[in-house]
């Protein structure tokens, strides 16, 4: 069984920023593509940012391009999400999952979620 537990939210000023990460147990996280999803308040979950298996191929929403980052660390069973430049429109529960592929990712159909971790940007 895939376990996903995310850390890194919480409480900051639009213009900030903030790093997620999620931790993956269970097996080894290089078998996976991993990736980020958003649900805010009252609306559909929605892709964020996505990685590779292998970390040759990302991709992100075009809402978050040139702000958020994904990357990962095989060695330590890892993958974060650098967050600059937050805006208030970027509020909300943010979950990590994983995948047998990216797209299955980017489609909003991985094998795991994790919990969830929640972002606040204030304005």
């Known amino acids: 069984q895939v376990q996903l537990v995310e850390s890194g939210g919480g409480l900051v000023q639009a213009g900030g920023s903030l790093r997620l990460s999620c931790t993956v147990s269970?097996?080894?996280?290089?078998?996976?593509?991993m990736g980020w999803v958003r649900q805010a308040p009252g609306k559909e979950r929605e892709f964020v940012a996505g990685?590779?298996?292998?970390?040759?191929?990302?991709s992100y929403a075009d809402s978050v391009k040139g702000r958020f980052t994904i990357y990962r660390d095989s060695g330590k069973n890892t993958v974060s999400l650098q967050m600059n430049s937050l805006e208030p429109e970027d509020t909300a529960v943010y979950y990590c999952?994983?995948?047998?592929?990216?797209?299955?990712?980017?489609?909003?159909?991985?094998?795991?979620w994790g919990q969830g971790t929640q972002v606040t940007v204030s304005s």
């Open positions: 999952a994983a995948g047998s592929t990216l797209q299955t990712v980017t489609v909003l159909r991985p094998g795991y």
């Open positions: 269970g097996r080894t996280i290089i078998t996976y593509a």
């Open positions: 990685i590779s298996w292998s970390g040759s191929r990302t």
